[in-house]
């Protein structure tokens, strides 16, 4: 019998985390890669595995998180689009299906990872956006957050901001920016890859800076110690979304534009960043 190949899937999806324990597949939990998986083996009629660009926590979201997989010749990419959304639980939508290069990995050929964190301050409330908006009473110094943020760009040992499994702490990132409207503020982080709880570890500090509880300068000490940075506070997870993982092909442009249609329709009111 002659083997049938199979063809290599990418796919740019977007999730709801408030009511799932994780990007990644756990025993006994309902994660979205769990939830990805149980819908395609329920429409091929065989095991399939999903390889994800990224994990998230509980909690944290996603516009454009991208996930591979295998699968037989068969249905148009359109059509299979449209028969898992059909079946996928209404917090997680498959937004875009490309073919992808044999041996594809979103995890290994990703570029950059992009973040965002929404803070909305002051006592304001948005009860559309709580479950994906950190709401705070007080009110933050965007301009001692802003320039805290530029503190923590570099090419360095992040030891201080996460944990890795394999102890590897060094990282890129290319940018931290902080933008303000009103009384909502965004954190977006730019990096090659992130160690957990990183991303929520800038927030944190860049609360505890905006609060005036620390000094925009006092970030480079904390940089550079061995310890976690503020006992390894982190901000809560339900502000946080992954909107975007760059790769350097040019088929990226299918990714890019699902998150900038989602950030898009999403964020009104928001200046550009």
């Known amino acids: 019998m002659i ?5 290599a899937v990418r796919a740019v999806i977007e999730y709801d985390g408030t009511a799932f324990a994780g990007s990644q597949v756990q025993r006994n ?3 979205v890669q769990g939830e990805l998986e149980k819908a395609l083996n329920r429409l091929i009629g065989e095991r399939t595995r999903v390889h994800l660009a990224g994990r998230t926590d509980a909690g944290v979201h996603a516009t454009g998180q991208v996930a591979a997989f295998r699968l037989p010749p068969g249905e148009g990419l359109s059509r299979l689009r449209e028969r898992l ?3 996928l639980p209404q917090d997680l939508v498959v937004r875009a299906l490309s073919p992808a290069p044999q041996g594809f990995d979103p995890r ?4 950059w990872r992009v973040y965002r964190y929404r803070i909305l301050m002051n006592g304001a409330r948005r009860p559309l956006d709580r479950h994906r908006t950190l709401e705070i009473d007080d009110r933050l110094d965007v301009s001692a957050m802003r320039e805290a943020a530029a503190r923590m760009v570099g090419h360095r040992d992040y ?6 499994a394999n102890g590897r702490t060094v990282r890129h990132l290319a940018e931290v920016r902080v933008t303000g409207h009103g009384n909502l503020i965004e954190v977006r982080v730019t990096a090659n890859a992130f160690l957990r709880r990183m991303v929520r570890s800038i927030v944190a500090i860049l609360m505890a800076v905006g609060l005036g509880r620390l000094a925009p300068e006092a970030v480079d000490r904390l940089l550079a110690e061995p310890r976690r940075a503020l ?3 982190a901000a809560p997870p339900h502000g946080l979304t ?3 993982v760059v790769y350097e092909s040019a088929d990226n442009r299918t990714n890019d534009a699902a998150a900038r249609s989602s950030a898009a ?3 009104e009111g928001k200046p550009e960043s």
Not at 3 to 7: L, P, Q
């Open 29 to 31: 939990a309902r994660t």
């Open 108 to 111: 290994r050929d990703a570029r």
């Open 3 to 7: 083997a049938v190949a199979h063809r």
């Open 159 to 164: 030891a201080a901001l996460g944990t890795d």
């Open 265 to 267: 329709g999403d964020n």
């Open 85 to 87: 959304n059909a079946v």
């Open 231 to 233: 006992h390894g506070q």
């Open 242 to 244: 992954l909107e975007r």
